[in-house]
């Protein structure tokens, strides 16, 4: 089956810092990939819908600025929380669309600000 | 809009009897309707969708469109089954998912 990776898994920053996380679908191409944020014993919050070559797509209450995405290709998608706050810390899911128009997601980043 | 409610955060039951995880949706037109699972340190997994009819697992979901239902089964609950339960609704237009806010399910031996 489809397989969607994410780097890193785990992450600790500064306040202040800012730190890219990406995801890769790794056996098939994706236009269009999403990013979720979960925190604990909470469900999938949708951020943004990426697609590639044009810009994301956010969620109302999600700061583009802060939570800057790019989907250079059919392959990959970033996601750079910039100038983290402890409040920013959370689980930082993506996901990725095939042809046939099931998601599949990656095994998460959880971002950890100090 | 669109919203999906599972009312039961967590559900019980013991090995072998039957499981029901409610799942009521909200929207204007015809949905697309998934059940999502999440095993213990795993990632979401697609567990089944409304369109397939199929039984993953032994579970089954029926979509009920009068009472904006889709409610997931088992009749023979197993211990591996425990996990994160999650109800998930896709609009028109292939818009992305929107999730409920899950169910614990926890099989006791």
């Known amino acids: 089956g489809a397989v969607v990776s994410q780097h890193p898994s785990w992450v600790i920053c500064k306040s202040g810092t800012s730190v890219k996380i990406e995801c890769r679908s790794l056996?098939?191409?994706?236009?269009?990939m999403f990013w979720y944020r979960q925190f604990p014993k909470q469900s999938l919050m949708l951020m943004a819908t990426?697609?590639?070559?044009?810009?994301?797509?956010?969620e109302q209450g999600v700061e583009k600025d802060k939570f800057l995405i790019n989907h250079a290709s059919l392959t990959l998608s970033t996601l750079t929380v910039t100038s983290a706050h402890p409040e920013d810390s959370s689980f930082y899911i993506c996901?990725?669309?095939?042809?046939?128009?099931?998601?599949?997601f990656g095994p998460g980043t959880r971002l950890t600000v100090l | 809009a669109q919203r999906v409610t599972q009312p039961e955060k967590l559900l019980s039951v013991f090995k072998g009897a039957p499981v029901e995880l409610k799942c009521n949706y909200s929207?204007?037109?015809?949905?697309?309707l998934f059940w999502y699972v999440q095993y213990s340190r795993q990632r979401l997994q697609l567990l089944l969708r409304?369109?397939s009819r199929e039984s993953i697992k032994g579970f089954t979901a029926d979509l009920n469109k009068g009472e904006t239902s889709f409610h997931l089964k088992k009749p023979f609950a197993q211990e591996e089954d425990s996990a994160m339960y999650y109800c998930?609704?896709?609009?028109?237009?292939?818009?992305?998912?929107?999730f409920g806010k899950g169910t614990r399910l926890s099989v006791i031996a």
């Open positions: 996901s990725a669309r095939d042809e046939t128009v099931t998601q599949y």
């Open positions: 056996d098939f191409q994706a236009t269009t």
């Open positions: 990426s697609n590639e070559g044009s810009k994301a797509t956010y």
């Open positions: 929207y204007s037109g015809s949905p697309e």
């Open positions: 409304h369109i």
């Open positions: 998930a609704l896709r609009g028109s237009g292939n818009t992305p998912l929107v």
